[in-house]
């Protein structure tokens, strides 16, 4: 049995589909159905029930979907044992923030493809939740506050964040000098989250309100620019927008609590070479920027 023709089926079954698959694979449509057609072929099986509106997997589809992943987890950590001490070999996965990915993580990965020319890796940046089971990701570098789930995850380095507004906005409405001063103010929103704050060593949660909201931090900062509202950003987001005045700090005296950068991955039972060495890379990465800082 092919091992391509296991790993394609998996993606099928992830994907929900022949055309999913072949965007996570960077292949045709023609070469996933090939290889599907030839696994059927192969077990005498339909795996995919093909009709006018899509595609689902049949009994037997579901059924020899999970060992079809576990066989091709088992190969990798198989093939990863006997590779020459760190080398690297197949395909990375990641899912990547947008609004901090391609500033501050695009060129450790980068590295990391240079320094091993025979593993594919496919970066996906996006700032909604990525679901790394269900879409098939090996990780995802995630920032911020991570929320109690069952991946597995390895802090790679700092994130600092501050509340702020643009001098216009300060004028127009004053500037809040207690979390609780918030609740009167325009807040700039991802959705419906609640920012933390220090007063002292006690962390205060605020559930701030406001009329803009955008899943996207560096529109979210483009608002504050304009006087929208105030904002609760990481400093990488902000830092030039502060040191030419476009934005200032607010609320200096209950600042948030110290976030962080994360490698989560799927809790399975392998840690991945690939992944540790991505970490890796990165922890590398924020440990020379803070030394040359």
């Given at each position: 049995?092919?091992?391509?023709?296991?790993?394609?089926?998996?993606?099928?079954?992830?994907?929900?589909?022949v055309s999913g698959a072949a965007r996570r694979l960077g292949v045709s449509k023609s070469v996933v159905s090939r290889r599907l057609i030839r696994l059927e072929a192969e077990l005498g099986v339909q795996l995919l029930a093909r009709t006018t509106r899509g595609a689902a997997l049949t009994e037997a589809g579901a059924t020899f979907r999970d060992h079809?992943?576990?066989?091709?987890?088992?190969?990798?950590?198989?093939?990863?044992?006997?590779?020459p001490d760190g080398e690297l070999r197949g395909r990375l996965r990641v899912a990547a923030p947008l609004s901090f990915g391609p500033t501050h993580f695009a060129s450790v990965i980068a590295d990391m493809a240079r320094r091993h020319?025979?593993?594919?890796?496919?970066?996906?940046?996006?700032?909604?939740?990525?679901?790394?089971?269900?879409?098939?990701?090996?990780?995802?570098?995630?920032?911020?506050?991570?929320?109690?789930?069952?991946?597995?995850s390895r802090r790679v380095g700092p994130l600092y964040v501050k509340l702020v507004?643009?001098?216009?906005?300060?004028?127009?409405?004053?500037?809040?000098?207690?979390?609780?001063?918030?609740?009167?103010?325009?807040?700039?929103?991802?959705?419906?989250?609640?920012?933390?704050?220090?007063?002292?060593?006690?962390?205060?949660?605020?559930?701030?309100?406001?009329?803009?909201?955008?899943d996207n931090g560096s529109a979210l900062?483009?608002?504050?620019?304009?006087?929208l509202g105030i904002a609760y950003l990481p400093d990488g987001l902000t830092r030039e927008f502060l040191a030419s005045g476009t934005l200032v700090p607010v609320m200096p005296r209950y600042p948030p609590?110290?976030?962080?950068?994360?490698?989560?991955?799927?809790?399975?039972?392998?840690?991945?070479?690939?992944?540790?060495?991505?970490?890796?890379?990165?922890?590398?990465?924020?440990?020379?920027?803070s030394h040359g800082a």
């Open positions: 049995m092919d091992i391509e023709e296991l790993r394609t089926f998996v993606e099928i079954a992830q994907a929900g589909g079809a992943a576990r066989a091709c987890a088992e190969i990798d950590a198989a093939q990863g044992t006997i590779l020319p025979h593993l594919q890796i496919h970066t996906c940046y996006t700032d909604r939740f990525v679901d790394l089971i269900a879409e098939g990701y090996d990780c995802a570098i995630r920032v911020g506050y991570l929320p109690d789930s069952t991946l597995l507004a643009s001098p216009e906005y300060i004028t127009a409405h004053g500037s809040p000098e207690t979390p609780d001063d918030l609740l009167a103010h325009q807040a700039l929103l991802q959705g419906t989250e609640s920012w933390q704050l220090m007063d002292g060593d006690r962390i205060i949660t605020v559930r701030p309100q406001g009329r803009f909201k955008a900062v483009a608002a504050a620019a304009a006087g609590p110290p976030a962080g950068i994360y490698v989560v991955r799927p809790p399975d039972q392998h840690l991945a070479p690939k992944v540790r060495i991505l970490a890796e890379r990165l922890i590398a990465c924020f440990d020379e920027a």
